[in-house]
Nanobody, 122 residues
Framework: QVQLVESGGGLVQAGGSLRLSCAAS????????MGWFRQASGKEREFVAT????????YYADSVKGRCTISRDNAKIRVYLQMNSLKPEDTAVYYC???????????????WGQGTQVTVSS
């Protein structure tokens, strides 16, 4: 059983940056691919980015490609999402999740954090 806790969300102006962090415990972190998803109010949860267990492979949603970077530190048991050039449409609750296989499909992720709110003002 893996527990995930996100942090780093907040209110930022358009064009600004945020770095989200996700701390894991209770499992073998380095065995899991990790992903970030987001859910805006009234919308379905959507894929943002994923990173392989080793960190050697990443994949991004088109909506964030070139603006976001996912990374992980297996020694610190953390995964990060650096978000730059933020837009109002990036406003959402951001969730980290763990999966045996890396995927853009939320159904592939067995463990989820509680989420952290990101609000981008125009």
């Amino acid at each position: 059983q893996v527990q995930l806790v996100e942090s780093g969300g907040g209110l930022v102006q358009a064009g600004g940056s945020l770095r989200l962090s996700c701390a894991a415990s209770g499992g073998t972190f380095s065995s899991y691919a990790m992903g970030w998803f987001r859910q805006a109010s009234g919308k379905e949860r959507e894929f943002v980015a994923t990173i392989s267990w080793s960190g050697s492979s990443t994949y991004y949603a088109d909506s964030v490609k070139g603006r976001c970077t996912i990374s992980r530190d297996n020694a610190k048991i953390r995964v990060y999402l650096q978000m730059n050039s933020l837009k109002p449409e990036d406003t959402a609750v951001y969730y980290c999740a763990a999966s045996i296989i890396g995927s853009s499909f939320l159904e592939e992720y067995a463990y989820w954090g509680q989420g952290t709110q990101v609000t981008v003002s125009s």
